[in-house]
């Protein structure tokens, strides 16, 4: 039977409509097959509760390319992006620390914890600056080749020694220890109160199952900051509408190009022939044929689900099993009606229309790192919280909202075992709903609506295996030319004819588009369709 695509994706997450889109513009024939009853994956926009629209796991717009947004013209597809005015980090004693756009007003703010703080802040952005212009260098490009000979793998490696030599001395110090050091590590070289440090240092744990003190988090700090400093594409923000607003923009694109995308669809195997992909088996039996395959699946499900161990060699597979997921976040969703109120800053304030998160001290966070450690979900949990319908009205009735709530640690291997977090999601959820009542004490009386989803709902629901957020840790050994193995980080895998374009490949996760445009430029290079 003759191919009817010259491409099948498997996976309508945001990845996998962005691959598509940039197959269908170079004029391939594509069809990108979802298994849910909406496209997006992890990046999707959902009523849950009469009125409401959740964004159900994905709740910020992070690290989206700049370059893919024009090259696609998403605003034209409905994309826009709402930023997010500040950071909020309230305290049961005292005002809390708010990070405000205004670098005065933020400095002012510091001070109250450290004068010296203050004074050192603005050069921590720059520094940090100087240091994320290099990176986006690399997560803008696929993954450097350092063993090839290959003349243009040596000039992309030149490129990039160059980069990394116009970096002044200390820059390459702070590269350096960003990609060995902890994230309270590296902080702590710079800061001297926890009320500034605690906060910052969670962005090196976000969908990693280690610890603010673990060695390597230094790097997953960057790689979440990089968002917050590209200013002049808002990459930190909310999307109208929700995050799905993002994934429907990207189908739309890849419509407009000629891309069919079909929802309702599961995929149940990658048809392979004579060591070749072929096309895929949908769960009701059905075939369909294509010139390749690309896969917008982790790289557990991809390799070990859709294909199957036959079809690999040992040191692949060993690779692959040994690739590590280990989700270690929970999301609890509420509708309210009412604006939650702060204890320490009372009131419908601007403090409250960014980002609040509960990391009150370097302790803290270490104890509820040590729950997970021995397989528990954190009593006391971080909470990374927005009220995205304080600035998008449309996703909730007038005077009522939406709290999104991110939750670290619940880890997916809980010493009951996996399979048994149904029957602890609603103590999950207690936990979380608890520790921000702390904070916020009319919260339990406002609560219309409750979903919790726990890493094994990721998993069930939303295809994550392990509940990984990122399709498997940020960690040292699992990036760049290591991500998801060892000479196969450019796209291409062991099966010919099947590509993989999902945040499982390099740059890694976040809502950014890249591995699914990169999949797509190496996928037209090498001819293979």
């Known amino acids: 039977m003759s191919a009817r695509w010259d491409a099948i994706v498997v996976g309508g997450g945001h990845n996998g409509l962005v691959c598509a889109a940039y197959l269908a513009r170079a004029g391939r024939k594509v069809l990108v097959l979802e298994r849910r009853h909406v496209v997006g994956g992890a990046a999707v926009s959902e009523e849950l509760y009469p009125g409401f629209t959740f964004s159900v796991c994905s709740y910020v717009v992070s690290l989206l390319r700049p370059w893919i947004i024009r090259d696609l013209d998403l605003p034209r597809h409905g994309l826009e992006i709402l930023p997010l005015e500040c950071s909020f980090v309230p305290h049961l004693e005292g005002p809390g620390l708010v990070r405000w756009p205004d670098g005065e007003r933020t400095r002012r703010e510091i001070a109250h914890f450290s004068k010296r703080d203050s004074e050192v802040y603005p050069q921590f952005g720059q520094s940090l600056s100087q240091i994320s212009r290099f990176v986006k260098s690399v997560i803008d490009e696929q993954a450097p080749a350092p063993t090839s000979t290959n003349p243009l793998e040596l000039l992309q490696l030149g490129k990039l020694a160059k980069r990394f030599g116009g970096l002044t001395a200390d820059e390459r110090v702070r590269k350096l220890r960003l990609l060995t050091a902890s994230a309270a590590d590296f902080l702590d070289a710079w800061f001297e109160s926890e009320a500034l440090k605690s906060p910052m240092s969670v962005s090196g744990i976000i969908g990693t199952f280690l610890g ?102 040992d040191d692949f597979l060993r690779q692959i099993r040994r690739y590590k997921l280990r989700g270690s976040s929970g999301k609890v969703n509420l509708a309210v009606d009412r604006v939650p109120e702060f204890t320490c800053r009372p009131g419908d304030g601007p403090h409250v229309r960014g980002d ?174």
């Open 212 to 313: 603010i003190r673990s060695p390597g988090t230094a790097y997953v700090l960057l790689h979440h900051y990089m968002g917050e400093i590209d200013g002049a594409f808002r990459s930190w923000g909310f999307a109208r509408g929700g995050t799905g607003a993002i994934s429907e923009a990207c189908a739309s694109a890849a419509r407009s190009f000629g891309a069919e995308v079909r929802t309702e669809a599961p995929v149940e195997r990658v048809l392979v022939e004579g060591g070749q992909a072929r096309g895929v088996v949908l769960a009701n039996g059905d075939e369909l044929r294509a010139r390749t395959v690309v896969s917008g699946v982790d790289p557990h499900r991809t390799f070990l689900g859709l294909v199957g161990p036959d079809h690999l060699d």
């Open 356 to 529: 609040v998160a509960i990391a009150p001290s370097y302790d803290y966070l270490e104890r509820a790192y040590d729950q997970a450690k021995y397989g528990d979900f954190s009593e006391r949990p971080y909470l990374n919280v927005v009220i995205p319908s304080l600035s998008d009205p449309s996703v909730a009735p007038p005077g009522k909202h939406i709290v999104s709530c991110f939750v670290q640690y619940a880890p997916y291997r809980i010493k009951e075992g996996p399979e048994r977090w149904p029957e602890r999601r609603e103590a999950f959820g207690d936990a979380v709903v608890d520790t921000l009542a702390e904070y916020c004490p009319g919260l339990k009386e406002s609560i219309l609506f409750r979903q919790v989803l726990t890493p094994w709902d990721l998993e069930q629901e939303f295809g994550l295996t392990e509940g990984n957020i990122f399709h498997g840790e940020l960690s040292l050994e699992q990036l760049a030319f290591l991500r998801p193995a060892a000479g196969w980080s450019r796209y291409a895998t062991p099966v010919k004819g099947l590509w993989m374009c999902a945040s499982g490949t390099h740059p890694g996760g976040g809502i950014m588009g890249a591995p699914g445009a990169l999949a797509a430029r190496a996928m037209l290079r090498s001819r293979a369709l």
